[in-house]
């Protein structure tokens, strides 16, 4: 190429190879996972020269730079959140060795999100996108290119960032999870129009798919006449062979795949994970003396934004608890799944406080991180007998993968009020060596709960069909500094809760706060009750519990019980008591029966609905 030009210029007239996967092929060459591959620039700069040397003399003609995860964020996980501008500097010198003045030399920045739940501090990032940014341009890339981002709204903040420093190109590369649309649920051709919008000089995907997905991907979509088009797709699906994980894709089919990709118009070709010196090589000979082709959208293709038509819903046959909350006295009891194969007695107990006046059984999600039986199943048996169930789905069990599919199973069988908990850890249960996922938080969840209500999966991917989930978010009162429960309680408002559902309470002082204290939150709160079974439950419940605290009056009356008849009667009492003082503020109650005693919690719903009752002859 001789005196190198401005990348934009060259693309105008040629198509340009660009390298391919820098970390697996690492890792293809004996270094192990677990260390920071971006801090081998300074640790092992022979190993990296070495690299891009490799894909330079296979016909690359465009290297990046080693610093997919050279930011601040991602540095701190190895204690080298000092060194962000050192790396990215030397990353730069590294790379320009290799490529001289026949080669550019494009500064990688990757998505700080990286493929996690989609919450963050806006302004953090920009600091974290404009430091990394910046020590790429004063050590003299040619473009900045942005790379394996899943969500829309992440690269065009990088890209607010990043334009108003420099000229050099921009080229913004997303990662698609289902073909054709981001994570964060916006088609192509709008992606590729905001991109162009907000100032890039190119726009592609990279990451994730493979050639075939990729192209199936930029045939659908429109692309703005005045940007480049980019593809880096990885060496096909990930595998597991022999025991070992391997890409799929040969070079040669990346051979036949850089012509295809040619005829989309694209013109900075390259290769993502898994591709190696020899993928690159095998698309640089097919490419040779090739000139670029226009881009020619596909018919019928528009820029504006398009819309999924949704699947009409028939309407709820009864109102949701929110809705009948609002019009009268509405009692959620909460009765435990079994530990057991046998559900006889639980659905017993079912009938009973349906029976008695509950207008929803609400059932736990492994409660105490014990195994019990799936509340879904007993959920849809509740369903099919006219009982309205409220399941709990808590973030320890699943990954992202079964929290979708779960959900999507629940309004397949017509249960649709959920209550979003993180959930107890594994290792106070009974299979204390299991895992917690955690994969994301309560309030993560419930944003992606209300997302499958927009039509929209966790991935961005369209539903056809909107659910119509009514979530619900647990409230702790029993913590020292109150306000900030009540903030941590608006987070979850923020987030999309519907309703509110506390930890028991043991005395009207308290049940008299929360009320002052959640007034303003602007959503229905269901105070929680649970009758006390004797003296060492209350103890139990005292001073092992989580969120648990037990008045010292209420203590003393459980103390002088005698036996257990005694004791559940006096439980009982209390109880009652409680539920007359939350009813002077809630017109949301929430029982939680004990041990499977349904008869403590039936006999308090019965005096709830008696006490109504009076209350209504009184009033006429």
Same mark, same amino acid.
């Not at 996108?129 to 910046?134: F, G, H, P, S």
């Not at 293709?301 to 019009?327: C, G, Y």
């Given at each position: 190429?001789?005196?190198?030009?401005?990348?934009?210029?060259?693309? +105008?007239?040629?198509?340009?190879?660009?390298?391919?996967? #820098?970390?697996?092929?690492?890792?293809?060459?004996?270094?192990?996972?677990?260390?920071?591959?971006?801090?081998?620039?300074?640790? +092992?700069?022979?190993?990296?020269?070495?690299?891009?040397?490799?894909?330079?003399?296979?016909?690359?003609?465009?290297?990046?730079?080693?610093?997919?995860?050279?930011?601040?964020?991602?540095?701190?996980?190895?204690?080298?959140?000092?060194?962000?501008?050192?790396?990215?500097?030397?990353?730069?010198?590294?790379?320009?060795?290799?490529?001289?003045?026949?080669?550019?030399?494009?500064?990688?920045?990757?998505?700080?999100?990286?493929?996690?739940?989609?919450?963050?501090?806006?302004?953090?990032?920009?600091?974290?996108?404009?430091?990394?940014?910046?020590?790429?341009?004063?050590?003299?890339?040619?473009?900045?290119?942005?790379?394996?981002?899943?969500?829309?709204?992440?690269?065009?903040?990088?890209?607010?960032?990043?334009?108003?420093?420099?000229?050099?190109?921009?080229?913004?590369?997303? =990662?698609?999870?289902?073909?054709?649309?981001?994570?964060?649920?916006?088609?192509?051709?709008?992606?590729? +129009?905001?991109?162009?919008?907000?100032?890039?000089?190119?726009?592609?995907?990279?990451?994730?798919?493979?050639?075939?997905?990729?192209?199936?991907?930029?045939?659908?979509?429109?692309?703005?006449?005045?940007?480049?088009? @980019?593809?880096?797709?990885?060496?096909?699906?990930?595998?597991?062979?022999?025991?070992?994980?391997?890409?799929?894709?040969?070079?040669?089919? /990346?051979?036949? @795949?850089?012509?295809?990709?040619?005829?989309?118009?694209?013109?900075?070709?390259?290769?993502?994970?898994?591709?190696?010196?020899?993928?690159?090589?095998?698309?640089?000979?097919?490419?040779?003396?090739? @000139?670029?082709?226009?881009?020619?959208?596909?018919?019928?293709?528009?820029?504006? +934004?398009?819309?999924?038509?949704? =699947?009409?819903?028939?309407?709820?046959?009864?109102?949701?608890?929110?809705?009948?909350?609002?019009?009268?006295?509405?009692?959620?009891?909460?009765?435990?799944?079994?530990?057991?194969?046998?559900?006889?007695?639980?659905?017993?107990?079912?009938?009973?406080?349906?029976?008695?006046?509950?207008?929803?059984?609400?059932?736990?999600?492994?409660?105490?991180?014990?195994?019990? #039986? @799936?509340?879904?199943?007993?959920?849809?048996?509740?369903?099919?007998?006219?009982?309205?169930?409220?399941?709990?789905?808590?973030?320890?069990?699943?990954?992202?993968?079964?929290?979708?599919?779960?959900?999507?199973?629940?309004?397949?069988?017509?249960?649709?009020?959920?209550?979003?908990?993180?959930?107890?850890?594994?290792?106070?249960?009974?299979?204390?060596?299991?895992?917690?996922?955690?994969?994301?938080?309560?309030?993560?969840?419930?944003? &992606?709960?209300?997302?499958?209500?927009?039509?929209?999966? /966790?991935?961005?991917?369209?539903?056809?069909?909107?659910?119509?989930?009514?979530?619900?978010?647990?409230?702790?009162?029993?913590?020292?500094?109150?306000?900030?429960?009540?903030?941590?309680?608006?987070?979850?408002?923020?987030?999309?809760?519907?309703?509110? &559902?506390?930890?028991?309470?043991?005395?009207?002082?308290?049940?008299?706060?929360?009320?002052?204290?959640?007034?303003?939150?602007?959503?229905?709160?269901?105070?929680?009750? #649970?009758?006390?079974?004797?003296?060492?439950?209350?103890?139990?419940?005292?001073?092992?519990?989580?969120?648990?605290?037990?008045?010292?009056?209420?203590?003393?009356?459980?103390?002088?019980?005698?036996?257990?008849?005694?004791?559940?009667?006096?439980?009982?009492?209390? =109880?009652?008591?409680?539920?007359?003082?939350?009813?002077?503020?809630?017109?949301?109650?929430?029982?939680?029966?004990?041990?499977?005693?349904?008869?403590?919690?039936?006999?308090?719903?019965?005096?709830?609905?008696?006490?109504?009752?009076?209350?209504?002859?009184?009033?006429?």
């Amino acid at each position: 190429m001789g005196e190198k030009r401005c990348l934009k210029e060259h693309l +105008r007239e040629n198509l340009i190879v660009g390298d391919g996967a #820098m970390a697996t092929y690492l890792y293809q060459q004996g270094v192990p996972v677990g260390l920071c591959y971006e801090e081998l620039c300074l640790t +092992r700069p022979d190993l990296i020269l070495e690299v891009h040397r490799a894909y330079f003399e296979a016909g690359a003609r465009l290297l990046e730079t080693n610093t997919y995860g050279a930011n601040r964020e991602r540095l701190t996980r190895y204690g080298l959140e000092g060194k962000v501008t050192r790396i990215n500097r030397a990353a730069v010198r590294l790379a320009r060795e290799a490529a001289g003045n026949e080669a550019f030399v494009a500064g990688t920045i990757g998505s700080i999100l990286a493929g996690r739940v989609p919450r963050y501090d806006r302004d953090e990032y920009r600091d974290m996108y404009e430091e990394q940014a910046t020590a790429l341009l004063h050590a003299g890339a040619d473009a900045i290119l942005l790379e394996t981002f899943l969500d829309l709204e992440e690269l065009l903040l990088a890209v607010e960032v990043i334009r108003p420093l420099t000229e050099v190109p921009l080229i913004a590369q997303l =990662a698609l999870i289902e073909v054709g649309r981001t994570r964060d649920g916006y088609p192509l051709t709008e992606a590729f +129009r905001r991109l162009q919008e907000a100032g890039v000089d190119g726009v592609g995907l990279n990451c994730r798919l493979g050639p075939a997905e990729c192209l199936r991907s930029l045939e659908k979509a429109a692309v703005p006449e005045d940007v480049y088009l @980019s593809a880096f797709p990885n060496a096909g699906r990930l595998g597991i062979t022999d025991g070992e994980y391997r890409y799929k894709s040969s070079p040669e089919y /990346f051979r036949e @795949s850089a012509l295809r990709l040619r005829e989309q118009g694209v013109r900075l070709i390259g290769g993502c994970c898994g591709t190696t010196p020899q993928h690159i090589r095998a698309m640089a000979e097919a490419l040779r003396g090739l @000139s670029p082709l226009p881009r020619i959208n596909p018919e019928g293709a528009s820029l504006e +934004r398009d819309s999924v038509p949704l =699947a009409v819903q028939p309407p709820r046959k009864e109102p949701a608890i929110t809705e009948k909350v609002e019009a009268e006295r509405t009692v959620i009891v909460e009765y435990d799944p079994p530990r057991d194969l046998d559900i006889a007695r639980f659905l017993h107990g079912a009938t009973r406080l349906k029976e008695a006046g509950a207008d929803v059984i609400t059932l736990a999600d492994n409660s105490m991180a014990t195994a019990r #039986m @799936s509340n879904m199943a007993l959920g849809a048996i509740l369903k099919s007998r006219g009982i309205e169930p409220l399941v709990h789905v808590t973030c320890r069990d699943r990954n992202l993968i079964g929290q979708q599919s779960h959900l999507m199973g629940l309004w397949a069988l017509g249960i649709d009020q959920v209550l979003v908990v993180t959930g107890d850890p594994t290792r106070i249960g009974d299979l204390p060596g299991s895992s917690s996922v955690y994969d994301v938080s309560s309030f993560d969840l419930i944003r &992606m709960v209300k997302q499958l209500n927009e039509g929209i999966s /966790f991935s961005g991917k369209p539903l056809k069909q909107r659910a119509r989930f009514v979530v619900g978010a647990a409230f702790n009162p029993h913590v020292h500094n109150l306000e900030a429960a009540v903030r941590r309680l608006e987070k979850k408002v923020e987030a999309g809760a519907d309703f509110v &559902m506390t930890q028991p309470v043991y005395d009207p002082e308290t049940i008299g706060r929360i009320h002052e204290a959640t007034r303003h939150v602007g959503i229905p709160v269901f105070i929680g009750i #649970m009758p006390l079974t004797g003296f060492r439950n209350a103890l139990f419940l005292h001073n092992e519990v989580p969120g648990i605290k037990i008045a010292p009056e209420v203590m003393e009356r459980m103390r002088r019980c005698r036996g257990k008849e005694e004791s559940r009667r006096e439980g009982v009492a209390i =109880a009652r008591e409680l539920v007359d003082a939350a009813l002077e503020h809630f017109r949301g109650i929430y029982l939680i029966t004990p041990f499977f005693h349904w008869r403590m919690t039936a006999e308090l719903t019965r005096h709830i609905r008696e006490r109504d009752r009076r209350h209504a002859v009184v009033g006429e």
